[in-house]
């Protein structure tokens, strides 16, 4: 097994360039999250997907970000547009199964870093 | 909604000293489960300890932590750290309506000789 895997490992843009960014879940799992991590905001959540269908997105900036999960072996996040402010550490995640308290370990990738420079 | 509050920053702590990382909470919920993961360098983060049952002692890899919900706290401490403890742990809370975990800002340690 794997792990989840993201790639790629490190990504450099320019100011208004886009941005797109890999995740490969665990094979078998059915809960797919990404996070955004950064020193002053720490995890912050972005998006969830159940099953490939997403279910939640309210951790995401309306205008510039979406994703997507075309099949279960692989999520995207896309920022268009990007700022320097974009600039984090993007971590997906997987679980086993619907996400329910305490039954589930949520499995992270090693992250993106994103710099925009 | 729900929100985690740990102790900020950074935390130094001699080699064969003990340890421990505050982490508060505040949740609207009754049913809910508490997390810490650690997360070392260039590496992903991942479930150090859990749990959900009230005043009851989790152990593992020499960490522990209790979750008082009188109190609203789900330390973690340990007895004698190690240069291998060097991490950011992060504590986490999830109530079974929330999609995903709320995690805390993080608290780094540094372990030295």
């Known amino acids: 097994n794997a792990g989840v895997i993201q790639t790629p490992r490190h990504k450099v843009t320019g100011k208004g360039q886009e941005a797109t960014l890999w995740c490969e879940p665990i094979s078998g799992h059915s809960a797919v999250f990404w996070y955004r991590q950064t020193i002053v905001q720490g995890l912050e959540f972005l998006t969830y997907f159940r099953n490939q269908a997403p279910i939640d997105d309210s951790g995401m900036p309306k205008e510039r970000f979406s994703a997507q999960m075309p099949n279960q072996s692989h999520s995207t996040l896309k920022i268009q547009s990007t700022q320097p402010q974009d600039s984090a550490v993007y971590l997906c995640?997987?679980?086993?199964?619907?996400?329910?308290?305490?039954?589930?370990?949520?499995?992270f990738g090693a992250g993106t870093r994103l710099s925009v420079l | 909604g729900d929100s985690v509050t740990q102790t900020e920053g950074l935390v130094t702590v001699t080699e064969g000293l003990p340890v421990m990382l505050n982490c508060t909470y505040q949740t609207a919920y009754s049913d809910v489960a508490f997390f810490w993961y650690v997360q070392y360098l260039n590496e992903a983060p991942k479930l150090l300890l859990r749990s959900s049952t009230d005043n009851k002692r989790t152990e593992h890899q020499g960490f522990h932590a209790t979750l008082h919900k009188s109190s609203s706290s789900f330390h973690l401490q340990k007895s004698s750290v190690q240069l291998s403890d060097s991490a950011l742990y992060y504590c986490a809370l999830n109530n079974n309506y929330a999609q995903g975990l709320t995690f805390g800002l993080g608290t780094r340690v540094s372990v030295f000789p």
């Open positions: 995640a997987s679980s086993f199964r619907d996400w329910g308290i305490s039954q589930n370990t949520l499995y």
